[in-house]
């Protein structure tokens, strides 16, 4: 358990660093940084699960359209 505890730890410290300093260097406080970083993962989620419905969506309508026939004897 106290490993664990330890490796929580330091990626806590060390990835708050992360944004510290890059606010840091940009002039802006650290919550907007990482704000921003949460909002900007929300909609590249967001937007590939939206071209995952756009293409399931085309792929059913075109099989609405198009049926594939797998013999002679299904006329």
């Known amino acids: 358990m106290g490993f664990i505890t330890n490796i929580r730890h ?3 410290k060390h990835g708050f660093e992360v944004s510290s300093r890059l606010a840091d260097k940009l002039g802006m ?3 907007s ?7 900007i993962s ?3 989620i ?3 699960f939206g071209v995952y ?3 399931a969506f085309w ?3 075109k099989d609405m ?3 594939k026939r797998s013999s002679v004897f299904d006329l």
Request: net charge positive; aromatic share 32%; no cysteine.
């Open 29 to 31: 406080r650290a919550s």
């Open 10 to 12: 330091f990626f806590e």
């Open 65 to 67: 359209f198009y049926t």
């Open 53 to 55: 419905l756009t293409l």
């Open 42 to 44: 929300f909609v590249t």
């Open 33 to 39: 940084v990482r704000l921003f970083f949460i909002y």
């Open 59 to 61: 792929l059913k309508l």
């Open 46 to 48: 967001g937007l590939w």
